[in-house]
């Protein structure tokens, strides 16, 4: 088992950036699948990105795409969702989750109902 803390999130104006952490404990990351997930307020939790066990391969809605980028850390046990050029309607609660995988997986996950583990989220709020 992997436990999954989430942190960085915070009131950013329009245009700014953000960095969210996702740690991880019990298990080591690598050997996951991680998905980044947001959920905004009355809205379902929907996929933001995703990287595969490795962290060679990524996947991103397109919503994001161009301006949000995930990265592994493996030595450190983390994975990072740097946030640039923010909008108003990026504000949500986000989550990191994890997918146990294969060795030699590369492939990503965009259903939420691909991932087993899940942290408890960090508020992200973009101003206008």
């Known amino acids: 088992q992997v436990q999954l803390v989430e942190s960085g999130g915070e009131l950013v104006q329009a245009g700014g950036s953000l960095r969210l952490s996702c740690a991880a404990s019990g298990n080591a990351l690598v050997t996951y699948a991680v998905g980044w997930f947001r959920q905004a307020p009355e809205k379902e939790r929907a996929f933001v990105g995703a990287?595969?066990?490795?962290?060679?391969?990524?996947f991103y809605a397109d919503s994001v795409k161009g301006r949000f980028t995930i990265s592994k850390d493996s030595d450190r046990n983390m994975v990072y969702l740097q946030m640039n050029s923010l909008k108003p309607e990026d504000s949500a609660v986000y989550y990191c989750?994890?997918?146990?995988?294969?060795?030699?997986?590369?492939?990503?996950?965009?259903?939420?109902?691909?991932?087993?583990?899940w942290g408890q989220g960090t508020q992200v709020i973009v101003s206008a």
């Open positions: 989750a994890a997918k146990g995988v294969s060795f030699l997986s590369r492939t990503v996950y965009y259903s939420r109902g691909d991932y087993d583990y």
């Open positions: 990287i595969s066990r490795m962290g060679g391969n990524t």
